[in-house]
């Protein structure tokens, strides 16, 4: 006769979370410092739609009081005070992240300049003095950069020249990921839910499964050729839809995952394996590519997936970065009617 699990045994199990911290490097997709504080994650990320979501928060209300009224401080036109609110805005959530973690933060660079190298450039610096400027070192710090030919340029001067570490986001094609470990950048985001949701949206097929999700088989590609070929970019799966899909990418050297599937995770006691392993991906027949700018603006031209969820991701976090503007804007004003132009909010 079987042997009947008791509860008390049952309690004692591992979760898929802490299953999952041992094979991966498990990242909080979230601006929320209090969802950061509960799953205590090695690293955070964020981007202009979840910061304007956490702007939006009464807990979070003092940083961005002290983002505007820094903006105001330094003068200007009201563009330069709205994008010095911005970055201040940026960095204040940033700073907070990291007194709850161990490791790094990602911060992004405005979607609206994904197709000027110089410009991103320029505000990844601003952005990590800013963090200086508050005690905060830069290898603390990935600067995210929209995974466009100029962003992977600026990632690759920023890393070389500057010692700048970039985290490449909005990615989706295996172009792109060749061209970033080219560019010796330090870390990969592949979206793995949004190139599921192009194929729901674009085929017959409504539902895959875990190994057969289009984004998880993505990923997947990504990591056995960076594997195989000793690169050292950190592949980051990112956007997911469901805990299949984390699941079936256990082993990855990093997922960033949102508060509510890590809450998910942290109540499954399912045995987890991992299926992405480096020595597995070494003994792989890969054939290794070549990549220069004509190559890449060709293959990754050729799909139309990437085209259309790179286009449409650039979109959505300017639309977001122009509606968080708006609210800062609004404030601005009230504070500048209510109290003038000499008075900073300490953090």
Same mark, same amino acid.
């Given at each position: ?115 000027? #190298? %110089?410009?991103? =450039?320029? &505000?990844?610096?601003? $952005? @990590? /003095? *800013?963090? #200086? %400027?508050?005690? =905060?070192? &830069?290898?603390?710090? $990935? @600067? /995210? *950069? ?202």
């Amino acid at each position: 006769m079987a042997e009947v699990e008791s509860p008390a045994k049952k309690q004692k199990m591992a979760s898929v979370l802490e299953q999952l911290k041992g094979f991966t490097t498990v990242v909080a997709d979230t601006g929320d410092i209090n969802a950061i504080k509960e799953f205590q994650p090695q690293d955070a990320t964020t981007n202009p739609s979840l910061i304007l979501a956490a702007a939006q928060m009464p807990a979070y209300e003092k940083l961005v009081e002290n983002a505007i009224e820094y903006g105001k401080k330094l003068c200007g036109t009201e563009k330069e005070k709205l994008s010095n609110v911005m970055d201040k805005l940026f960095v204040n959530f940033g700073m907070e992240i990291l007194k709850k973690i161990p490791g790094r933060v990602s911060t992004e660079v405005d979607a609206r300049l994904s197709f000027d #190298k %110089d410009a991103m =450039i320029k &505000k990844a610096q601003h $952005l @990590i /003095k *800013l963090y #200086k %400027d508050v005690g =905060i070192c &830069k290898d603390r710090v $990935l @600067i /995210k *950069l929209s995974s466009t030919w100029e962003g992977i340029q600026a990632g690759k001067i920023l890393e070389e020249q500057h010692g700048i570490h970039c985290n490449m986001t909005l990615l989706f094609s295996f172009a792109q990921a060749v061209a970033c470990a080219e560019a010796g950048v330090t870390l990969i985001s592949p979206f793995v839910g949004r190139i599921m949701d192009w194929h729901v949206a674009n085929s017959d097929q409504k539902s895959f499964k875990p190994a057969e999700d289009p984004g998880v088989k993505s990923v997947t590609k990504i990591y056995n050729y960076y594997k195989k070929f000793d690169y050292k970019t950190i592949v980051m799966g990112a956007s997911f839809r469901n805990t299949g899909e984390i699941k079936q990418l256990a082993g990855c050297d990093f997922l960033t995952i949102s508060p509510k599937l890590l809450t998910e995770l942290s109540k499954d006691v399912e045995e987890l394996t991992p299926f992405l392993r480096e020595k597995d991906a070494k003994e792989l027949d890969i054939e290794k590519v070549t990549m220069d700018e004509r190559t890449f603006r060709w293959e990754h031209n050729e799909d139309q997936m990437a085209v259309e969820k790179l286009s449409e991701g650039i979109r959505k976090f300017a639309a977001d970065a122009v509606k968080l503007e708006e609210m800062l804007k609004l404030s601005l004003h009230l504070i500048e009617e209510r109290f003038g132009a000499n008075r900073v909010t300490p953090l």
